[in-house]
Structures are given as C-alpha cells and as structure tokens.
C-alpha cells in the first residue's frame, strides 16, 4: 500500500481525484493567414472507475478542427486582400473560397481611383458627395491636361500690364521684381502640389478652401481666403468680360474700319453681351476635365498673342523721345507709394494658385502612383513656356514704347494705339482673335470653382447630383452676374494694384504657412527658416501693397463711370 500511495502523491494536483464528465469551452488557434479560427467545441469524457489508477497515460490524438468561413469584412482588410492568402489549407483544396464582394467601401464612381484603392485601403479617402460635382465628377485626368489647364490660368491678360510696372521701376528693379516674384511663386507652386494628398489622414484637399479651413480651421481658414479666392474666380471673369468685349469692339473696327458697311454698329455693352452668350454657352460643359481641349486652345492662343505682340513692338523699334527712366512724380511720399503699386501690378500678374488643387484633383491617385507626380510634370512644363513668354513681354514691351505707355493701359492698347497705321491689318486682327479665344477659354476655368461652389450648396441640401437643366440655370445666371458687374463698374482695371495686395497672400504666403502647419519640419532647419521668412514676408508685402494700392487710387483718381463703359 505504500507504494501504491506513493504514485498518486506523484501524480500532478490538476488532475481530478473523482471521475467526472469535463465539458472543453471552445478555445481560439491564432492564424497569421486566417485570423482567429474557433475550434469546433466538443465533450471530452473521462471514464468513471473506481481507481485513479485506471486512468488512461496514452496520449490522445486531437482531430483536426475544420475551418470556419471567415466574415466578409475580414477580406478586405489590408493583410487579406491578396487571393493567395485565402486559398490556402485542406478546405481551399476542396472547393475554392469566394471572396464577397464588399459594399461600401469605394464609391462606385471612382473609375481611375477604385482599383488602386481596393489594394492598398491606405490612400486618400474621398467624399461621396465629389461624384457629383464639377472640379471631382471626373478623375481621368494626366500630366498633359495639368500642363493645358496651368498654362491656360498661368498666362492670361493680366501678363499685359507688366511694362507699366517697369516704367515706375526701371529696368534694374522691373526685371528683379519680376524675376523674384516668378521663382515665389513656383517655390510655393510646389508646396501645394505637395499638400494636395495627406498621407496621415488619407484626404485629398480638391479645393484651396478645403486645404486652407483644415489647416488654420473653419473660421480663419475662411476669413483668411474666402474672400480673395472669390475674386480671383468671379472678379476675374468680370474682368474677361470687359476685355474679351473691349477687344471684339476692336477687331471689328480693325477689319472694316471706314469702309464698314452697318451704319450702326455694335456699342461697347453690346460687344459684352455677345462674349458672355459665348461664355455662358461654353460653360454649359460639366466638369473641369471636360474642358481641357478648351483649355488647351486657350493656352496655345495666349502664347500666341503674347510672342506676336512682343516680337511686333521690337520689329516696329523703339517710339521716338522714349524715355527709360523710371517715372518720379509728387512728394517722396508719393513715390513710395507708386513703386509699391508696381509690385502689386507684378504680383497681380502671378495669379492662377487658386486653380492648382482644383487641376490636380483632376487625376486618378494611389499609394503607389500619387497625383503629385504627374501633376508636377505638367507644371513644370507648363512654367517654362511661361517664362518664354513673360520676360520677353515685358522687357521687349518696356524697350518699344517705354514711359509711353498708358498708366491704366497694357502692351496692347500701346500697339494699336502707336502701330495701327504701320502693322498690317491681319496681324492685328490675328492679335485681337488670339485675345478674345484667350478670354473665353480662360473664363470656363475661372469660373469652374464658382460652379462648384453652387453645385456644392445644392448637392449638400439636397443629398443628390445637381439635374442638368439646373446646372444650366447656375451657370446661365453667373454669366449674365457677372456680365452685369462689368457694365456697372467698367473701371475695375484701374485697382490692379489694389487687387494684386489682396490676392498676394493666396500665392506667396499660405501655402507658407499651410507647409508648417501640416509637414511640421524640424525647428530652426532650412525648411522651417525658408517657410517662415517667406510666409511673414508675404502677409507683409500683402498689408503694404494694399496700403499703397488705396493710397494711388486716392491721390490720383480713379474716373468712376457706372453704367458706361467705354
């Protein structure tokens, strides 16, 4: 008996000393493949006998559990997405898993987005609500529609008024501002392209305001730039209305001049009123890709008209008495003022950063193909053409007519008003075409932001795509808005100065800032130097350009002409 009470003493303590019937809870196996596999749960039975001697000591061998159909949502995680993971095992042997096809997890309107994201889940997560409006209702877009769009909104007429900048400045100055404010701004060009994909959050910022709200918030982001980019959009095609008209008034009178047949011809209001019905049908197409050919036209005229209007004024030669020397008039205080007026006028020329979110939110983007490359394709391509054809026209546009040229006027009106007599007349018909198909192009993209704006109000409220015959009506009413604000303040051009202070910040100092805010580089490194000299010298420039802007307007007048353009 002692040795028998010696082996049970041996035995572990866990194990039962009275027979009983031990229910097993079902256990989980952790599988790197398949995830959490639930074992059938079953009842193991443990012999009754009167001895604990009788218990078997032969190990027992477990079946093999059969694997469970996982849930749907476990196949579109990220470490399932691949099919070879879910065919693995005797049951793939046996019939072949089929993976669900999940809903919900891309919009179904995401064409060039939806296969990218279906495999790698990380990458910009979108807004329903960007399939039915215009600038995110079309995702097919590539780096030559970014160059059309860039190149179409990068040169425009405000490019024209450069030399008057040069006759307060000189050469010295002119050629140094402009150079400085070229380099900002394809530094800051950058920087948006950039910050257009958030790879932390997995949000594609489509618009300026949306990117400006999510970094300085609601409330600043919109006090910040609301205003401003609404000029941009809808000042700017007031402004294309006026000369779009202005120049369709003068090509007529330059192809029929005297020998005009119609004893009434066209008045001003009038020649506006045919360049927004042509406008306004234009802008009936739906969406910012849509119009890319349109663009491209648009593009291709503005380098045309601006290499033909500086290589006629430097073929023409210089006017006689032209004079070189930077215009100095009024008290030192005044001067001040004036030379800070010029800047503006140059920094008014350098428009369009408002558009580069919209353009590249144009294009299809994944983890492993970003928008941000093609994008910066096109713009660099699109900024040298640009380059070809700012310098030459302001420094070939300064070097024919010099201080002769009209304070409130551009190289334009100095040609017709210097060379009409002397140029042949098809060449300044082909001018003045190129002008006018610049301005209406450059009117559809312009404008395109406000469409979405109002397309925006409507989808939000109420909760589906805006009907055709209503995008009609939106985009009718803001054709003829603007048309409207162009016969009752024809003489916006003359606050060129004043607008270019306000809209500075948009281009040369928020995407600073936004940088900063949303890229954190390291504190007191180059980047955090460049971006913050840069962003404080922007809303610097910003404040005293506006200062003097109002101060010119003041001291030398402004003809204010309500309701008659002239």
């Known amino acids: ?78 470490s399932l997405s691949r099919s070879p993971l879910l065919l693995t095992g005797d049951h793939a042997a046996n019939k072949p898993v089929k993976t669900p096809r999940s809903r919900g997890l891309t919009p179904r309107f995401i064409t060039p987005l939806g296969s990218p994201l279906r495999k790698a889940l990380k990458m910009t997560r979108l807004d329903p609500q960007d399939a039915w409006l215009p600038i995110t209702e079309s995702r097919n877009g590539n780096a030559f529609y970014a160059a059309f769009h860039t190149l179409c909104s990068g040169i425009g007429i405000q490019a024209l008024v450069l030399p008057v900048a ?19 701004q394809l530094y800051t060009l950058y920087l948006m392209v950039q910050l257009h994909e958030n790879h932390e959050t997995g949000l594609r910022y489509s618009r300026y305001l949306q990117l400006a709200c999510a970094t300085f918030g609601e409330n600043l982001g919109k006090l910040s730039s609301a205003f401003p980019l609404g000029y941009l959009s809808a000042g700017t095609c007031c402004a294309l209305i006026i000369i779009g008209g202005s120049t369709a008034k003068l090509l007529y009178e330059t192809l029929c001049g005297a020998t005009c047949s119609n004893p009434k011809p066209l008045t001003v209001v009038e020649w506006y009123l045919v360049f927004t019905c042509v406008a306004v049908v234009l802008a009936q197409l739906p969406n910012l890709n849509s119009i890319a050919g349109i663009s491209l036209i648009g593009a291709l005229t503005a380098v045309g008209y601006c290499t033909a209007l500086w290589t006629v004024s430097v073929a023409e030669g210089r006017l006689p008495n032209v004079s070189y020397e930077p215009v100095r008039k009024g008290s030192q205080v005044n001067r001040i003022f004036d030379l800070l007026n010029a800047f503006g006028i140059i920094a008014f020329a350098f428009r369009g950063h408002n558009l580069i979110l919209e353009i590249q939110a144009t294009m299809p983007s994944s983890e492993k193909h970003p928008s941000r490359v093609p994008m910066w394709r096109g713009v660099q391509f699109a900024y040298l053409l640009i380059a070809m054809c700012l310098f030459p026209l302001a420094i070939g546009g300064y070097w024919a007519y010099g201080h002769l040229i009209p304070a409130n006027g551009s190289v334009l009106t100095a040609l017709f008003a210097f060379h009409s007599q002397d140029v042949s007349r098809s060449v300044l018909a082909l001018i003045s075409i190129f002008v006018i198909i610049n301005a209406v192009s450059s009117f559809q993209l312009y404008g395109m932001p406000m469409f979405d704006d109002m397309e925006s109000a409507y989808t939000t409220r109420c909760k589906k795509a805006c009907p055709w015959w209503l995008r009609s009506i939106f985009r009718a009413i803001f054709g003829f808005v603007c048309f409207f604000i162009a016969v009752a303040l024809p003489f ?54 506006i200062a003097a802007g109002l101060y010119v307007v003041i001291d030398t007048g402004v003809k204010i002409s309500f309701f008659n353009p002239q």
């Open 492 to 545: 916006l051009g003359s606050f060129t100065g004043l607008i270019g202070g306000i809209a500075l910040p948009i281009t040369f100092a928020h995407p600073c800032f936004m940088w900063l805010k949303v890229k954190k580089p390291k504190k007191y490194s180059l980047s955090w130097w460049v971006n913050w000299g840069l962003g404080l010298l922007g809303m610097g420039l910003s404040v005293i350009l």
């Open 166 to 184: 040069f006759t307060i400045l000189g050469w010295a100055w002119g050629i140094i501002g402009l150079t400085v404010a070229f380099v900002w």
């Open 1 to 78: 008996m002692a040795g028998v009470e010696d082996q049970v003493s041996s035995l572990p303590n866990s194990l039962p000393i009275t027979p009983r019937t031990v229910n097993t809870a079902p256990m989980f196996h952790h599988d790197d493949q398949f995830g959490s596999i639930p074992i059938t749960p079953r009842t193991a039975s443990v012999a009754q006998t009167p001895s604990i001697l009788s218990l078997p000591i032969t190990p027992r061998t477990a079946q093999t559990p059969s694997i469970v159909s996982l849930p749907p949502s476990q196949f579109h995680s990220p």
